[in-house]
């Protein structure tokens, strides 16, 4: 503040001490005429005339200026704006700050910003110009519709291609993404097994099998049973089992598209049921 004061006066000097000058030139044009020559005497003392007008504008200008000024900051005032600055988070969340306000805070501090969303694909590149001359760039990505276009596609296909070569099913793989902090295209919708499938799909990555490709066993190393092992223990066909399944009379989990079936309890309730 007192920078800006302190140009500005200078400024204010600059012009009265040239409209000063130029008055002082008239005065001396005129004085060094010859009384003979009226016409010319009378021109340069108008144009004297003029110049005094002008000096008297500019002191009367620079006065109102300087009227309208704060003054010099004392030693308290410079505290007391050094310490709203370290406090600016605080100043600016209060609820007595108004949105105007908040506005002529960000212009005491930014100059400019520059956003530019084509120069990366995916992404938005800001420049913050401050008022001091520093100035700061970023990049953000950005919302978009398509993997294609989305600047994390190839650490996101880099981890899924880990997670499943370290055999981790496509429910493990999305809870392991959702944790590391990977995102969608969109940046809103978490990481599910269904987009780990999709994905796998769209990247031509093969599932991840339980069993190693080989038969289900009938139950599988937490206790749960596969469809073919339950189907064997309530002696019914595995499509009653898939039937019971889809209507809630079974508990069971689909690990994904793929894969197999894992079904809990011992349902001594179903043994010699009918499969209806």
Not at 1 to 6: G, H, I, L, P, S
Request: hydrophobic content about 35%.
């Amino acid at each position: 503040m007192e920078q800006e004061e302190q140009a500005e006066s200078k400024q204010w000097e600059l012009r009265l001490e040239r409209a000063r000058d130029l008055a002082k030139r008239a005065e001396r044009q005129y004085q060094a005429v010859e009384p003979e020559n009226r016409l010319v005497a009378r021109s340069l003392e108008k144009q004297w005339e003029e110049q005094l007008r002008a000096v008297e504008t500019a002191e009367k200008e620079y006065h109102a200026w300087k009227s309208r000024r704060l003054g010099a900051l004392t030693q308290a005032d410079r505290e007391a704006i050094v310490a709203l600055g370290s406090d600016f988070p605080t100043l600016w969340q209060a609820e007595t700050t108004t949105n105007e306000e908040r506005k002529q805070m960000v212009r005491l501090v930014m100059r400019e910003v520059i956003v530019d969303s084509k120069r990366a694909g995916g992404q938005v590149w800001v420049q913050i110009n401050w008022q001091t001359g520093a100035q700061e760039q970023f990049w953000y990505q950005r919302r978009v519709s398509s993997y294609a276009v989305f600047t994390g596609t190839q650490a996101l296909e880099q981890r899924v291609r880990e997670l499943n070569a370290a055999g981790l099913i496509d429910a493990q793989i999305a809870a392991t993404l959702e944790r590391e902090g990977y995102q969608t295209p969109g940046l809103v919708h978490p990481i599910t097994s269904k987009i780990v499938c999709h994905l796998r799909a769209r990247w031509k990555i093969p599932t991840v099998k339980l069993n190693n490709n080989q038969q289900n066993p009938a139950q599988w190393e937490d206790g749960s049973y596969s469809v073919e092992g339950a189907a064997a223990k309530l002696d019914v066909d595995q499509s009653t089992i898939f039937t019971w399944l889809k209507t809630g009379r079974l508990n069971g989990e689909h690990l994904g598209r793929s894969m197999p079936w894992k079904i809990y309890g011992s349902w001594p309730h179903l043994v010699n049921l009918p499969a209806c």
